[in-house]
């Protein structure tokens, strides 16, 4: 760059000021980036040797695997599993594992032992979530995902009954009928073509959204397409922020221009509900149970009490905690039935014996074995792999005494695919599920073992409607179609906030052709 300083125009000034902007910003940035990593080692040193008893970890950053999935080169977070092993008994976990420094310093310890996990989730006073979750702060403010303490614990009693049964049967249109809609988009596509169509994961995440937003806003005034399209221009970035915040909290104020976008973004989609509040409030329709199109905006103004924003915070966090985690469900369900034909069928002919139409509510418990076949694709497979808790009190698994101040990441995975617990885990098995039926029952060694939604006072509040919409969703593809992996299979875990299949690509054919 040229420094040297010439006046004679204005524009000559303006040009020298802007390039002096951009070294001494570039400076600002790597002072924060030295001053954050001196911080961080010098952490990082001085606890060391509270920590000797653990054993020595392999590679110098294992968990930068698990966020990178490239094919032919690394596993994801299949090879992340891998390297706890426990070298002497390969189908088991090792329970303690050192998994490093984050990037503020602190020791992240892999826990995979049941008893140890159970005692965590039970206790979020003594082992509250860890600071990785404020970084969703910035997206859904403080919702249920995100608060602590007294504010929690107000809003988890008052949302409790938001899932139960009578709201849960006046959603299900809202999953039936996207459901179908997708379902009438493959036929369309299916027959301009003699071999079928194909079906990725942004075809079930698109529709999952859909869904999630129907069901929080459908009775909105502000059109409900802006919203998915301004969601799914958002949804990627609490990685973003999530890699901002590892990097140290001096990084989450750098102004990054795509940042800004979707910060305005979000922003203009807290105005736009806020104005829909006040609206139903103004119409007086803040109690509509029992009205037909009510949805989830309508029963969080039904609570009482519950300041606007708050409200705002609460139907944000729905959409982020209930629409990627539910299409890598369905996503993953569907690449498992490619892989087992025979399962597929199974699915097949439990569908086809509820008369060939869409499944009502109250149908909903005689999918049992596709509710099997979900189980056993979250146990393979759990789509939330591991959370993580910050430990405010010492923690003593199998001897070793974790201080205060670590973080933990209660590994699920680990757990639901340790031979300890699991008769042959790595076989894909959903009749594993189906209790009493002879030769079959493979009742689990330790109650504890099995954790997709996680356990404990915080556990999924959506549990129920995610298993609804994934039964909705299978149902209505599989009753007119048969899908089957679309060439080689390159399917890969790849962590994001979620465990996505990445690579899908399944074919769909119609099941009459
Ligand atoms: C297959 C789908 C789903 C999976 C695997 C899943 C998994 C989980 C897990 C593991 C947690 C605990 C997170 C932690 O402690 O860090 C959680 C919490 C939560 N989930 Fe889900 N979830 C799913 C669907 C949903 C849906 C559909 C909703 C809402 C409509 C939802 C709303 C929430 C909320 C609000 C929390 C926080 C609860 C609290 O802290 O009190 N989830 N989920």
Same mark, same amino acid.
């Given at each position: ?26 400076? &600002? ?5 030295? =001053? ?13 040797? /509270? ?57 992240? @310890? ?8 159970? /005692? ?44 139960? #049964? &009578?709201?849960?049967?006046? @959603? ?10 997708? @379902? ?22 698109? +529709? ?76 007086? &329709? ?9 949805? *989830? +905006?309508?029963? *969080? ?53 509820? =008369? $060939? ?47 205060? $101040?670590?973080?933990?990441? *209660?590994? #699920? ?21 189906? /209790? $009493? ?27 129920? #409607? ?48």
């Amino acid at each position: 760059m040229d420094f040297s300083l010439k006046t004679d125009t204005a524009g000559d000034i303006l040009w020298t000021t802007a390039k002096c902007a951009v070294v001494i910003g570039a400076g &600002s940035v790597s002072a924060c980036v030295v =001053g954050q990593c001196v911080c961080s080692v010098t952490r990082y040193l001085m606890r060391n040797r /509270e920590y000797k008893d653990l054993a020595p970890r392999k590679g110098v950053m294992p968990f930068v695997r698990a966020f990178a999935a490239r094919e032919g080169k690394d596993k994801g977070l299949d090879g992340l599993l891998e390297d706890w092993r426990d070298p002497e008994h390969p189908d088991q976990f090792l329970e303690v594992v050192d998994v490093g420094p984050d990037f503020e310093g602190r020791r992240v @310890v892999g826990v995979n032992q049941p008893a140890a996990i159970a /005692e965590v989730l039970a206790d979020p006073d003594k082992y509250p979530k860890s600071p990785f979750y404020e970084t969703l702060v910035e997206m859904v403010g403080h919702g249920l995902v995100t608060s602590s303490g007294a504010l929690w614990q107000r809003q988890r009693k008052l949302l409790t009954p938001l899932f139960h #049964f &009578s709201t849960l049967k006046a @959603v299900h249109k809202f999953m039936t009928r996207n459901a179908d809609r997708l @379902v009438q988009q493959l036929q369309d596509k299916a027959a301009k073509s003699t071999d079928g169509t194909t079906i990725g994961k942004h075809d079930i995440s698109a +529709l999952t959204l859909r869904v999630m937003c129907d069901a929080a806003f459908a009775r909105c005034e502000f059109d409900v397409d802006w919203l998915v399209w301004a969601w799914e221009k958002v949804n990627g970035y609490p990685m973003f922020w999530m890699g901002r915040h590892l990097l140290g909290h001096a990084w989450m104020y750098v102004p990054l221009p795509s940042g800004l976008g979707v910060q305005i973004l979000v922003k203009r989609m807290r105005r736009r509900i806020i104005n829909e509040i006040a609206r139903r409030r103004a119409a007086g &329709s803040v109690d509509v149970r029992g009205e037909e199109a009510k949805d *989830l +905006l309508d029963e *969080l103004l039904a609570v009482g009490n519950m300041p606007d924003k708050q409200i705002v915070d609460e139907a944000l966090t729905f959409l982020v905690a209930g629409h990627e985690t539910t299409s890598n469900l369905v996503s993953w369900t569907l690449y498992f039935l490619s892989k087992h034909p025979d399962v597929q069928g199974k699915v097949q002919s439990e569908i086809d014996d509820l =008369g $060939g139409r869409p499944i009502t509510f109250d149908e909903l418990p005689k999918l049992e074995y596709l509710r099997c076949v979900l189980k056993e694709v979250m146990r393979v497979r759990p789509i939330v792999p591991f959370v993580d808790r910050l430990l405010k009190e010492p923690l003593t698994v199998n001897g070793i005494t974790l201080p205060k $101040g670590t973080i933990v990441w *209660l590994n #699920f995975m680990a757990v639901q695919n340790d031979a300890r617990y699991w008769p042959a885990p790595s076989v894909f098995r959903p009749e594993r599920w189906m /209790e $009493g039926t002879e030769g079959t029952s493979q009742p689990m060694a330790h109650s504890d073992a099995f954790l997709p939604f996680s356990a404990g006072p915080r556990n999924c509040i959506g549990q129920k #409607f995610a298993m609804q919409e994934a039964q909705v969703i299978i149902s209505s593809l599989l009753r007119s179609f048969s899908v089957s992996l679309d060439g080689k299979d390159r399917v890969m875990p790849l962590l994001s906030l979620t465990v996505a299949p990445a690579n899908l690509a399944l074919r769909v054919t119609k099941r009459d052709a």
